[in-house]
């Protein structure tokens, strides 16, 4: 799949990532990201993701150990069910299930163990390694504490059932009022859907 025609309507890096599926509702949905490389490249593509000299260093890094790269993209599968299942529910209102707490609070704690400090006109936290193959999951994983930790729980939504697609997204529209994962994807399905019912009513 092309990689750049991808959605990217979360407005943030961590809920992007969780949305590289097609449905959240479907568990025949359409998988986006085929394999280790296509992590790197589709991560290459967003704001706060890899700049190209890290890209292209974890793709040689994968290269020359396939099977560490098959593990490090199992894990980033993985860790993408646990951020949809704790920002599903945090969408809706509730805490995270408690397994699910302890399994990011591991998750973060092992990644944040590289995390280094560096000085400058800007401070910043840099990663000490740049082509470590779980690199692509620390980012994501950095993405996501932060939204949790700063984000406006009121602002998390997911494209509703049965019409939406159950993605997660951040509404940063004036009036909290957007629905959608987007108008085209899903919004104009579901008008569309109401026009033909209503016409069908009309009919009868
Ligand atoms: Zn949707």
Not at 44 to 67: E, I, M, T
Not at 152 to 175: E, I, M, T, V, Y
Not at 178 to 190: F, P, Q, V, Y
Request: glycine residues 8%; hydrophobic residues 40%; proline residues 4%.
């Amino acid at each position: 799949m092309d990689l750049s025609r991808i959605e990217r309507v979360g407005g943030s890096l961590c809920l992007d990532f969780v949305n590289t599926r097609a449905s959240h509702f479907d568990p025949a949905a359409p998988e986006y990201l085929a394999g280790y490389a296509d992590l790197v490249e589709w991560l290459r593509g967003c704001d706060g993701g890899l700049d190209a000299r890290s890209a292209s260093r974890l793709l040689v890094a994968a290269r020359a150990h396939p099977r560490r790269a098959a593990a490090a993209f199992a894990h980033a599968h993985d860790l993408r069910g646990l951020l949809e299942r704790v920002f599903a529910r945090r969408a809706h209102g509730h805490a995270p299930a408690p397994a699910d707490l302890h399994a990011l609070e591991r998750e973060a704690t092992a990644a944040f163990a590289h995390r280094r400090l560096e000085a400058g006109a800007q401070w910043q936290w840099r990663w000490d390694e740049d082509d470590a193959l779980e690199r692509p999951l620390w980012d994501v994983l950095a993405s996501a504490v932060d939204l949790l930790r700063h984000g406006d729980p009121g602002r998390l939504k997911q494209c509703p059932a049965p019409d939406g697609c159950g993605w997660l997204f951040h509404d940063a529209s004036k009036n909290r009022t957007r629905r959608w994962c987007s108008m085209r994807m899903c919004g104009n399905g579901a008008k569309a859907r109401r026009f033909q019912q209503r016409r069908r009513d009309a009919g009868n």
